[in-house]
């Protein structure tokens, strides 16, 4: 069974501080890594990580991905109030489900 | 375009009673899916389909059933509502093939909260 873990399950933190958020995964032939913010409402999209070491950016976010120890990382630089949500990793294997770990509930405090 | 839109946004049920969330897309997407999302559990899929006329069961299907009879339509069905089922349902969307741009990438309706009573 596909399985997806994130850590930590929640942080408080200081606008401007850098956080740092992990996700390890164990999927069956595996295709992709995403990751979602979600405020109040639906999943917003993120990234998607296919190949190990490449680095996407958008603004102060960005993630790798390490296919060798299965997981990858979501940096918050500069972090903003409004950067407060649900930080969710997904992984897909070789089936079309998408298998979300419990996600990552960030504070970002004034 | 409207994206993924799901039908009612909220709903209360007497235990027993049956219901069905209507889930629409407008993006042509060929893979759609169901997830439920609890507190501290985060999004389990219930069912997804990968095409018109086709269904399977994902990590948590029991007690409810789907159908995908048009391809921008997904229905989730609940036949005998059971307070284990309140939960925050979210339908979402995805293109099928491989190496084409945002395929894999599940575009979310902005949920629909059910409550059992």
């Known amino acids: 069974e596909d399985k997806v873990v994130q850590s930590p399950l929640s942080l408080v933190v200081h606008e401007g501080d850098t956080v740092t958020l992990n996700c390890s995964y164990e999927?069956?032939?595996?295709?992709?890594l995403l990751w979602y913010k979600q405020e109040k409402k639906a999943p917003t999209f993120l990234f998607m990580l296919?190949?190990?070491?490449i680095e996407k950016k958008s603004g102060r976010l960005s993630s790798i991905l390490d296919k060798k120890e299965l997981f990858s990382i979501l940096n918050i630089t500069a972090t903003q109030t409004g950067d407060s949500a649900v930080y969710l990793c997904?992984?897909?294997?070789?089936?079309?489900?998408?298998?979300f770990g419990k996600g990552t509930l960030l504070t970002v405090n004034p | 375009n409207a994206g993924v839109t799901q039908t009612p946004k909220f709903r209360v049920l007497k235990t027993g009673q049956s219901m069905t969330l209507l889930c629409a897309q407008d993006?042509?997407?060929?893979?759609m899916y169901w997830y439920r999302q609890d507190p501290g559990m985060g999004l389990r899929l219930i069912h997804y389909?990968?095409?018109?006329?086709?269904?399977a069961k994902g990590e948590v299907p029991d007690g409810y059933n789907v159908s995908r009879l048009k391809k921008q339509n997904f229905l989730l069905g609940l036949e005998s509502a059971a307070p284990s089922q309140t939960s925050v349902y979210f339908c979402?969307?995805?293109?099928?093939?491989?190496?084409?741009?945002?395929?894999?990438?599940?575009?979310f309706g902005a949920g629909s909260r059910l409550t059992v009573l």
């Open positions: 389909s990968v095409g018109e006329g086709t269904t």
């Open positions: 979402a969307s995805s293109r099928r093939r491989e190496g084409v741009t945002g395929a894999n990438v599940l575009t």
């Open positions: 296919t190949s190990s070491g």
């Open positions: 993006m042509n997407h060929e893979y």
């Open positions: 999927v069956t032939n595996f295709r992709s």
């Open positions: 997904a992984s897909r294997g070789s089936n079309y489900k998408l298998t």
